[in-house]
């Protein structure tokens, strides 16, 4: 039973969580965020992002959506400051979801100079938009911004909560959503209401999307294949001939950052063998990296919590994590970031299933969006920071440098309700 069919199911407190949830077509709020947003200029263009590549010092990948079919679209870009000016074709990636035709581009910009402050703008053969920032990685310290899941019935919540933490931010090199980035993974009106809520800040900061259980979801919440989020997120590939885009790695600065899929059962009847595979496939890459720090992203949580009320489920080990968690003991893998249970729970360091020093730092990173689960879970004898009840939406900071790395995790106005290091 998956998690939507357990909340409609039986937590009556919950019902806010049913897709039909999100708000009407005839809302203001949607009406805004759903409306035809073009760059600044005469180009038709929406929803222009960035996305993380394999190497993020050498190369970035530039997306966006247009309301026609544009005549030989590309992007222009040059080092900040600079008059030369260099330009990569850009091609169609069209695709149809939800009743819905994307008029969508992608350019992939490469043999970029690291450490660079660079600008880039999209350009057809009649007009171009404003420039826009981007900067490329290098070796040294970095810090970047980490949302949990975003799934929304209202994505204002989720516009104010990133807008603010980019704000209190500007130092943040790229951003990270944890999965379930939408409640409904075909609704159109919930991607165009997430880009919405990201405006200003996926233009110049490269995106880390992980896909979560929800975009595997169509209008009558069945499982899907993620449609939507495969075309949308053009992220590294994994030489993976089924699930290309499903998983990926990638490196910023000494860290290397392996993210995983957790929606093998979403997808097992579709295309199975995922979890396999990913287990063969983070052997092979988290032992070709050479970087100092290695961190894990996945959707699901590795621990299983008692429910309230609900005495048949005992507290332990989530599938995930008996799975993979041995791996990550085996592979020195520093970090593990984890999402999909809507509450903030800083775990420290575990190894072979329990609390040991040696082992790797577990956070599940919270909620950043309106769906909340109050008072549902109970505590986890691993838990050792709990967000304060009755929990709200949040956000984190992770910061490296080559001898440590500091995770925050901060309440929508700002508060600080956690802080931990990891050395070596």
């Not at 959506?65 to 222009?76: G, N």
């Not at 970031?337 to 609390?355: C, D, E, P, S, V």
Request: with cysteine; net charge negative; hydrophobic share 35%.
């Amino acid at each position: 039973m998956n998690r939507r069919t357990f909340i409609i199911g039986g937590v009556g407190t919950l019902g806010l969580l049913a897709g039909g949830a999100f708000l009407a077509p005839g809302t203001l709020y949607r009406k805004a965020a759903n409306g035809v947003r073009s760059l600044a200029g005469d180009l038709d263009a929406q929803y222009l992002r960035q996305l993380i590549t394999a190497d993020a010092a050498h190369s970035r990948t530039i997306m966006w959506q247009a309301e026609d079919v544009l005549t030989r679209p590309a992007i222009e870009y040059r080092i900040q400051g600079q008059a030369e000016v260099q330009q990569v074709p850009a091609r169609e990636d069209f695709f149809s979801d939800d009743g819905v035709k994307n008029k969508q581009y992608l350019a992939q910009l490469q043999d970029l100079q690291a450490a660079a402050t660079y600008e880039y703008r999209v350009v057809t053969e009649t007009a171009a938009s404003d420039w826009h920032t981007l900067q490329t990685a290098g070796d040294g310290d970095f810090e970047c911004l980490l949302f949990p899941d975003s799934q929304s019935s209202d994505y204002s919540d989720w516009e104010n909560l990133a807008q603010n933490a980019a704000k209190r931010n500007p130092q943040a090199a790229f951003f990270i959503n944890m999965g379930d980035i939408v409640d409904n993974g075909e609704d159109h009106t919930q991607w165009q209401a997430w880009f919405h809520g990201v405006e200003g800040i996926i233009d110049r900061l490269p995106f880390v999307p992980l896909m979560g259980n929800h975009e595997t979801y169509d209008q009558n919440w069945k499982v899907r294949l993620p449609e939507a989020y495969l075309h949308y997120f053009a992220v590294p590939e994994n030489g993976s001939q089924d699930f290309s885009r499903y998983y990926y790695s990638f490196d910023y600065g000494p860290v290397h950052f392996i993210v995983l899929n957790s929606q093998w059962q979403e997808t097992e009847d579709f295309k199975p063998g995922l979890m396999e595979e990913q287990l063969n496939w983070l052997r092979q890459d988290a032992s070709a990296s050479r970087k100092k720090w290695k961190i894990v992203l996945v959707h699901k949580d590795v621990l299983q919590y008692r429910i309230h009320k609900r005495p048949e489920r005992q507290e332990g080990i989530s599938d995930l994590g008996r799975n993979f968690m041995p791996l990550f003991d085996e592979l020195g893998i520093d970090l593990v970031f984890t999402a999909h249970l809507h509450t903030y729970r800083n775990r420290g360091h575990i190894k072979n299933f329990q609390r040991d020093g040696s082992g790797p730092l577990y956070i599940l990173t919270g909620v950043a969006g309106n769906v909340r689960y109050p008072g549902l879970w109970v505590d986890h004898q691993l838990d050792e920071v709990v967000a304060p009840q009755p929990e709200t939406d949040n956000y984190l900071t992770l910061k490296v440098t080559d001898r440590e790395i500091t995770v925050k995790c901060f309440l929508p106005d700002g508060q600080e309700i956690d802080k931990v290091k990891v050395t070596k």
